[in-house]
């Protein structure tokens, strides 16, 4: 995408506060995009707005309980009313609640199902209508190993990431002939807020577990949305190289070949 083009683009990403979010907001707005951070703490995504502003970029913030479906209709109606379109769509929100399946509360099965699922499907179902009509759209959907893989401890989160890759695959097939991208990204162990307490746990340093940053994390987002990206429906690694569906391809690997 040229500097031209991205200078009238908006691009809004969920989970912009802190973790990967944040750096891939403030990559979008160096690229040019005028960029909605979302989340649900209102001081969490104002301040990834301001320090885009102080950078010269273009920003706003928006508090939206994510896991809400209700919030998240009443928001985008108002994004509309105000942009028009949202050209850059990135569900990159996500929370753990991890138990072993006999110790884990129905609630905490159905907060991380509502928050890394279901807020996809009502994001993507109140934007992606004027992406269709614009013929023009980037939608990438933050997966995970783990929804490959699954992990014990994790059924809700592993149900959820694997979710998103079924959502990604089939409403690739639904965007495509409109210009519309749908693409999934698996970035790996990123140290975040959510991670960090894992690596405390067992005495040791998140450079030591293998943890990448939030920066080396958010670069494949990047790519899909500013790159030439070969096709809808695919599935990504955190080196931007493209990965099967069906095992796990380690970043430094060969990149895969096949269809």
């Not at 802190?18 to 649900?40: H, M, W, Y």
């Not at 279901?118 to 933050?142: D, T």
């Not at 979710?163 to 097939?173: E, F, N, P, V, Y």
Request: charged letters at 25%; a negative charge; one cysteine or more.
């Amino acid at each position: 995408m040229s500097e031209e083009n991205t200078k009238s683009k908006i691009a809004l990403v969920t989970g912009a506060g802190r973790g990967i979010g944040r750096p891939l907001a403030e990559s979008l707005a160096e690229d040019g995009l005028q960029v909605i951070c979302v989340s649900k703490s209102a001081s969490s995504c104002g301040s990834a707005a301001e320090s885009i502003q102080e950078k010269g970029g273009l920003a706003e913030s928006l508090a939206v309980d994510v896991s809400s479906g209700e919030e998240i209709r009443k928001a985008c109606e108002d994004i509309l009313e105000k942009h028009g379109c949202v050209d850059v769509l990135v569900n990159n929100a996500g929370i753990t609640r991890d138990n072993l399946l006999f110790r884990m509360e129905e609630d905490d099965w159905m907060d991380v199902i509502n928050t890394n699922l279901n807020s996809c499907f009502h994001w993507v179902k109140a934007l992606g209508r004027p992406m269709i009509r614009k013929r023009w759209g980037r939608i990438i959907n933050i997966s995970s190993v783990v929804g490959l893989t699954g992990n014990a401890g994790q059924a809700n989160y592993a149900a959820a990431k694997a979710g998103m890759i079924g959502l990604t695959k089939s409403l690739a097939r639904e965007f495509a002939a409109r210009s519309v991208t749908v693409n999934a990204i698996a970035p790996g162990f990123i140290e975040t807020d959510m991670t960090r307490p894992f690596a405390e746990s067992q005495g040791k340093s998140a450079s030591e577990m293998g943890m990448k940053t939030p920066e080396q994390g958010s670069s494949a987002s990047v790519f899909l949305m500013m790159g030439e990206v070969p096709g809808s429906g695919m599935y990504f690694g955190s080196d931007c190289l493209r990965s099967p569906l069906d095992r796990y391809r380690s970043p430094g690997d060969p990149p895969y070949e096949g269809d």
